[in-house]
């Protein structure tokens, strides 16, 4: 495997060039952590359910970027004479459309983002045939993979963990490469694994569930907030006795706690008086506070909060815009960022000059950007008719390189 992967590595990045130009400080970030399992530092598993399973807004902006990311089509472009070329039929396109047999290349490619946004890192292995070329591709889930540090700051190997089983999944100590690819986000204060969005927003995920919590049990509660009944003492200066507030509390718990005893009455002997001793929900703008929140969950994704359903949001004029700004500021360049990434660790299994792109022309929500492209194009009388019909990717035609005026 070794001896493959050096056949493909330019000269300038072989041993001897990874020995003089290596990295000063790269020792350093592992001098403590050589050769030991580093644990994710976040909370994979509370961060999902909190977030992601509890929260409804997140669900929601995950699910647009990663589906949106996952209905992109892939695009395959070959290098040759100074020209690239499109390949519509390879191997590399047939894999990422069936990545293995369990799943479809559209569901394959939202497990890889959803993983991402929700952990800040996600991991792919590539499965190797006898010639090695990748023939399947599998999502692994990023609470199961740990990273071991090795020396000059480069990775040793990956460990996978599922039930109390182990499997150690190498990495080449000179160059990186490996059968596993690391996908991470930017985190300021991890040398190994990346940052999730979930991080960022996670007090304001708090507040929207407390909110929610809040709001289900007052309604449990029969709408009425928190009190305190106060019974006066008799005439003799008498007063409930222990086992007389317990049964009364007992008695009011059994008749207005629930929706099924909301509107029921109940009647005391004595002189009482009932004093609130909580907020209602109006009186704490609680609405309010919970499109604050969710609008900044969506911040957080970079979903603009009308695509997530808060009200009162004019951030944009309409859902047609906002959609645009989600594929332009979010899902574009995620796109951007998994085809640099799938180009360096994928393609040169396959051979070289090839590389990796995306249909940009098929983005329904790009459709006002490419339809302005298209018509500054037409409108350029200083183009030849070849020049507009390769600016759009069209092959010349005869008679199309003189101008018309």
């Not at 480069?154 to 109390?164: L, Q």
């Not at 979010?330 to 796109?335: A, C, E, S, V």
């Not at 960022?337 to 995306?358: H, I, K, R």
Request: charge should be negative.
């Amino acid at each position: 495997m070794k001896k493959w992967i050096r056949s493909f590595m330019p000269e300038s990045l072989h041993a001897n060039s990874f020995s003089k130009k290596a990295s000063g400080v790269a020792p350093l970030i592992a001098y403590n952590e050589v050769g030991r399992p580093l644990w994710t530092p976040k909370r994979y598993d509370t961060l999902t359910k909190e977030g992601y399973q509890r929260n409804a807004i997140v669900y929601r902006c995950v699910n647009l970027i990663a589906r949106g990311v996952a209905s992109v089509a892939w695009l395959l472009y070959e290098q040759k004479n100074q020209e690239r070329h499109e390949v519509e039929k390879h191997p590399v396109l047939d894999l990422l459309n069936c990545p293995s047999p369990r799943q479809a290349g559209s569901a394959f490619m939202e497990s890889v983002v959803g993983y991402l946004l929700l952990s800040g890192n996600s991991y792919i292995e590539a499965v190797l045939n006898e010639d090695i070329t990748p023939i399947e591709l599998h999502a692994l889930r990023p609470d199961r993979m740990q990273i071991i540090p090795g020396k000059g700051g480069m990775i040793e190997a990956f460990e996978y963990s599922v039930g109390g089983h182990r499997k150690q999944l190498s990495v080449d100590s000179l160059s990186g490469k490996s059968n596993v690819l690391h996908l991470k986000s930017f985190h300021p204060l991890n040398d190994w694994y990346g940052m999730s969005p979930l991080e960022a927003a996670g007090c304001s995920i708090d507040q929207h569930n407390e909110v929610g919590n809040h709001n289900l049990a007052l309604m449990q509660n029969g709408g009425r907030p928190s009190g305190a009944l106060l019974v006066k003492p008799n005439s003799d200066g008498y007063t409930l006795t222990q086992e007389q507030r317990e049964t009364l509390r007992q008695d009011l718990k059994d008749v207005y706690a629930g929706t099924k005893n909301a509107g029921k009455i109940m009647v005391f002997e004595g002189e009482c008086d009932w004093r609130e001793m909580g907020l209602s929900p109006k009186d704490l703008d609680f609405i309010a506070g919970k499109n604050l929140s969710a609008r900044e969950i969506a911040q957080a994704f970079g979903v603009p909060p009308m695509l997530v359903g808060v009200s009162g949001d004019a951030t944009f004029s309409n859902y047609k815009e906002a959609r645009f700004h989600l594929w332009e500021d979010t899902i574009m360049p995620l796109l951007e960022f998994l085809v640099a990434e799938f180009n360096l660790w994928l393609l040169p299994y396959f051979g070289e000059n090839l590389s990796l792109g995306y249909d940009i022309d098929s983005i329904p929500a790009l459709a006002s950007r490419r339809e302005a492209a298209w018509n500054k194009i037409a409108n350029a009388d200083f183009l030849t008719l070849n020049e507009k019909r390769h600016a759009v990717g069209y092959s010349p035609i005869d008679g199309g390189d003189r101008f018309s005026f």
